[in-house]
C-alpha cells in the first residue's frame, strides 16, 4: 500500500510567519494529493485538493505545490486560527491513504 | 448542502462486532458519483482509512484491516454501515463516516465522528 511520510511532525511558529509542510509519497504519484486541516474534537476539513485547488471559502494564504513524490502545504501568513494539525491524503488504487500529520503550535 | 451523521453503541465489549451507521440527509446516497468512507482516529493520533462503498455496491477495504471489516449500503434509507469483527482495545477510537467525489480525490464532507470504546 501507499505510504505517505510529512515534515515536520510538530513545529512551533508565530502569527504572521509563513510555514511549510512536506509530505513525501513511497513512489511517484499523480497529483491525486488533498490537505486537510483538524483542530481539536473537529472533523478534518480539506483545505486543498489534487495537490494545487485551494477548495472554495479556504483564504488564499494557502497553497499546495508538488508533484511526483514531493508535496507542500504552504502557509504564507500564518493566522491564529491556523494552529491545528494539517494531514496530507492521497487516493490510488489501493484506496485513501493519509500523513501522519503536521502540528503547527504558537511560539 | 449534504450533512453526515454518524450512530450506534460507544461502548462494545471485546471481541464482539462494532456496528455503526452513517445517514446522509442533503442529498441521495444513490448515483453513482461518490464513495461512501469510513475513517478512523486513535486517541490523540492521526487518520487511518478503514474503507468505502459505492452506491452500487462495490466496497474497496483497508488491507490491514479487511479481514474483519464489512461496509453495506441502504439506499432505500440512504444510510451506510461498518461492521468491524473481533474488536480489541486496539479498536477503540473515534468514527468518522465521509463522503469522497469519485471525480476528485479528496474528501469533501465528514460526520461529525463518534467514540467507540472498546472495554469489558
Known amino acids: 500500500a501507499d505510504q505517505l511520510t510529512q515534515s515536520p511532525s510538530s513545529l512551533s511558529a508565530s502569527v504572521g510567519d509563513r510555514v511549510t509542510i512536506t509530505c513525501r509519497a513511497s513512489?511517484?504519484?499523480?497529483?491525486?494529493l488533498a490537505w486537510y486541516q483538524q483542530k481539536p474534537g473537529r472533523a478534518p476539513k480539506v483545505l486543498i485538493s489534487?495537490?494545487?485547488t485551494l477548495e472554495s471559502g479556504v483564504p488564499s494564504r494557502f497553497s499546495g505545490s508538488g508533484s511526483g513524490t514531493d508535496f507542500t502545504l504552504t502557509i504564507s501568513s500564518l493566522q491564529p486560527e491556523d494552529f491545528a494539525t494539517y494531514y496530507c491524503?492521497?487516493?490510488?488504487?489501493?484506496?485513501?491513504?493519509f500523513g501522519p500529520g503536521t502540528r503547527v503550535d504558537i511560539k | 448542502q449534504v450533512q453526515l451523521q454518524e450512530s450506534g453503541p460507544g461502548l462494545v465489549k471485546p471481541s464482539q462486532t462494532l456496528s455503526l451507521t452513517c445517514t446522509v440527509s442533503?442529498?441521495?446516497?444513490?448515483?453513482?458519483?461518490?464513495?461512501w468512507s469510513w475513517i478512523r482516529q486513535h486517541p490523540g493520533k492521526g487518520l487511518e482509512w478503514i474503507g468505502y462503498?459505492?452506491?452500487?455496491?462495490?466496497?474497496y477495504y483497508n488491507s490491514s484491516l479487511e479481514s474483519r471489516v464489512t461496509i453495506s449500503i441502504d439506499t432505500s434509507k440512504n444510510q451506510f454501515s461498518l461492521k468491524l469483527s473481533s474488536v480489541t482495545g486496539a479498536d477503540t477510537a473515534v468514527y468518522y463516516c465521509?463522503?469522497?467525489?469519485?471525480?476528485?480525490?479528496?474528501?469533501?464532507?465528514w460526520g461529525q465522528g463518534t467514540l467507540v470504546t472498546v472495554s469489558s
Open positions: 465521509a463522503r469522497a467525489p469519485r471525480a476528485v480525490s479528496k474528501i469533501d464532507s
Open positions: 442533503g442529498g441521495s446516497i444513490s448515483g453513482g458519483a461518490y464513495y
Open positions: 462503498i459505492s452506491s452500487s455496491g462495490s466496497t
Open positions: 513512489q511517484a504519484i499523480s497529483n491525486t
Open positions: 489534487d495537490a494545487s
Open positions: 491524503q492521497q487516493f490510488s488504487i489501493y484506496g485513501f491513504a
